[in-house]
T-cell receptor, first 117, second 118 residues
Framework: DAGVIQSPRHEVTEMGQEVTLRCKPI?????LFWYRQTMMRGLELLIY????????DSGMPEDRFSAKMPNASFSTLKIQPSEPRDSAVYFC???????????????FGDGTRLSIL | AQSVTQLGSHVSVSEGALVLLRCNYS??????LFWYVQYPNQGLQLLLK??????LVKGINGFEAEFKKSETSFHLTKPSAHMSDAAEYFC????????????????FGKGTLLTVNP
């Protein structure tokens, strides 16, 4: 079975540009999570969707960040305008159940490595 | 609230030596516990997971972890390190099956980078 698919794998862009990261969760999973990984702060949960509805966006850094999930098989994370401090690896994860249980853990994509110059 | 502390951001062992990666957690309710591994330029892969009732958990690639409630620990071990084990390892905790609050959240430690020397 295909895992969580993220695109692009790498993105390099200049400050001020709009960046869109994409995620396709595992088919049948109804929970989707966006994380950001940096050396300083480790893995941080940005936003959580359940059945395509944003449940918790308290981790979104500021208004420049937005996320959507128009259907069960696609989600985007957008940064507009981008800044150098947004440089990080962004992961998408999905699970069958919102509760990360031993039998229904979160499955992670390979991430998007974002560099803002 | 939950938290995870991984002691040692970098652990270096020789090939064939014992691997011990430490994880202590804090949780207001009995937690579910996980270890994930991240190879370079890849996402996190589930290594093993804690299921209530079994304090010693076996995972993939010869790793295992022991849940010690009295010590609030979930240390990861492997008897003999292999070069292919070089990666970053993350311990994570969730609220388990308890309802209410942000029980969907998986709280991660900062990670431990494992280096295996030939």
């Amino acid at each position: 079975d295909a895992g969580v698919i993220q695109s692009p794998r790498h993105e390099v862009t200049e400050m001020g540009q709009e960046v869109t990261l994409r995620c396709k969760p595992i088919s049948g999973h109804n929970s989707l999570f966006w994380y950001r990984q940096t050396m300083m702060r480790g893995l941080e949960l940005l936003i959580y969707f359940n059945n395509n509805v944003p449940i918790d966006d308290s981790g979104m850094p500021e208004d420049r960040f937005s996320a959507k999930m128009p259907n069960a098989s696609f989600s985007t994370l957008k940064i507009q305008p981008s800044e150098p401090r947004d440089s990080a690896v962004y992961f998408c994860a999905s699970s069958l159940n919102p509760l990360p249980t031993p039998n229904q853990p979160q499955h992670f994509g390979d991430g998007t490595r974002l560099s803002i110059l | 609230a939950q938290s995870v502390t991984q002691l040692g951001s970098h652990v270096s062992v020789s090939e064939g030596a014992l691997v011990l990666l430490r994880c202590n957690y804090s949780s207001s309710v009995p937690p579910y516990l996980f270890w994930y591994v991240q190879y370079p330029n890849q996402g996190l892969q589930l290594l093993l997971k804690y299921t209530t009732g079994a304090t010693l958990v076996k995972g993939i690639n010869g790793f295992e972890a022991e849940f010690k409630k009295s010590e609030t620990s979930f240390h990861l071990t492997k008897p003999s390190a292999h070069m292919s084990d070089a990666a970053e390892y993350f311990c994570a905790v969730s609220r388990g099956g308890y309802s209410g609050g942000s029980n969907y959240k998986l709280t991660f430690g900062k990670g431990t980078l494992l280096t295996v020397n030939p």
